[in-house]
């Protein structure tokens, strides 16, 4: 037996609904660093052309990775990053990236690629740190730029989430010298 539902309920079970709950944001993790997250974490510095920066994405207090190195200016280097593949898909309908970190004063970038090529236009997103102090910083993804080796292509659409095969951290704009950042989680909202 089929029975139909009048729309009248639902209409008013809508309307009475709190606008808080309507609006509340639905966070879901992207990356965490447990033990046994088996995430492969690629290093992609300025030596690719030439520079002289280091770094490296190691675990470090228990839940908590941290991105560290040594940013250099010789041989026309600047920037040092690290990079993980995700699953496909696995940002659809995504509207924001969440992380939660403690930096060193610093300012850093999210990346995320299309795909899972290691060349072509990435989007970035900068975030300040504070020096020694945990924060939540929160990048939705129309603040997200297409960027390729440095400049801005043109006619470039704005990143689509569904596409998002890569997520990478950035340290970049000539900041010299060492640099740490420690990232408890990585989450997004739909």
Known sequence: MIRRLGLTGLTAMLVTMPLA???EPVMLKLLEFEEDSGERWFVVNDGVMGGRS???????????????GSLS?????GFASVRVELEENVLAGANQVILRVRGDGKR?????????????????????????QWTTVEL??????????????RSTSPVDPADVGQFGLMLTDKQEGGFRLEIDWVRFSR
């Open 54 to 68: 280091s770094s490296t994405l190691r675990r470090g207090e228990p839940g908590v990775a941290v991105f560290e």
């Open 140 to 153: 939705p993804l129309t603040s997200f730029e297409p960027t390729f080796r440095g400049y801005r292509p």
């Open 73 to 77: 200016l010789e041989n026309n280097g």
């Open 21 to 23: 709950a309507q609006a």
């Open 108 to 132: 850093y970038q999210v990346r995320l690629r299309p795909g899972r090529r290691m060349d072509g236009v990435a989007f970035g997103s900068s975030f300040d740190t504070v020096e020694g």
